[in-house]
């Protein structure tokens, strides 16, 4: 199980200590939440600010594109530094051709879901992805209360990735938390990313920490 902090909650004015944190204590990813203020209400960065947090970090950097027509993008995003590049299923006309130009690039190639779409969708595309995200709150801002049946999703996404492409990871995205954290790993998934879980704690380490010791086999949910 990885966890992927989401910078989106992350102190912007102290954004260097903010990624060391979490680094030391143990991220695996970091998560980079992309957004337009087309496809989501809501608008955050781009390539260029992704070049210089590249400087900042060695970590796997998870791109997660909100974007409209995120063709046109990926390869600035790659060339940025992004490791993984996500886009969404609904976002584009050309999936299988979007996920096979990722790799091209060297990157690994993700589709995310929103919470309307069915994981059925995936099954013509699964064999080309490296990354499911499965989004459990509509995308667009940090902070959102968690979808009951995104857990549903999970072990939907989880049956067919087993079945069509066991090495494609399974990412969740939304709403988790100490309360849920371990339910979403008992139910598949490979990653999870969290915000404001981690970056609202008084400890963003500490609490990454103890996060992941909720999600292992001998954790208790407090």
């Not at 990624?19 to 992309?34: N, P």
């Not at 960065?45 to 900042?56: S, Y």
């Not at 990313?193 to 001998?218: H, K, T």
Request: proline content about 5%.
């Amino acid at each position: 199980m990885k966890i992927a902090p989401s910078l989106l909650s992350a102190d912007f004015s102290r954004i260097s200590q903010e990624i060391a944190v979490v680094e030391r204590a143990g991220a695996d990813y970091l998560h980079l939440d992309v957004m337009d203020g087309r496809f989501v209400p809501n608008i955050t960065w781009g390539p260029k600010i992704i070049g210089d947090l590249r400087k900042l970090s060695p970590l796997c950097f998870d791109a997660h594109l909100m974007i409209v027509e995120p063709e046109r993008y990926v390869d600035d995003f790659r060339k940025a530094g992004a490791d993984i590049i996500t886009f969404h299923y609904e976002a584009t006309y050309h999936v299988q051709r979007l996920l096979t130009h990722i790799r091209s690039l060297g990157a690994k190639a993700g589709i995310s879901l929103n919470p309307s779409t069915p994981v059925a969708m995936l099954e013509d595309v699964i064999g080309d992805c490296d990354l499911v995200l499965i989004m459990s709150v509509n995308p667009g801002f940090g902070g959102q209360a968690y979808i009951p049946n995104s857990l549903k999703k999970i072990r939907e996404a989880r049956a067919l990735i087993d079945a069509l492409n066991p090495s494609c990871e399974l990412e969740i995205d939304g709403g988790i938390g100490r309360k849920n954290i371990r339910e979403v790993v008992e139910a598949g998934v490979d990653v999870i990313v969290m915000g404001s879980s981690i970056f609202g704690a008084a400890d963003a380490g500490a609490e990454l920490r103890e996060l992941r010791a909720l999600a292992e086999p001998a954790g208790a949910i407090a």
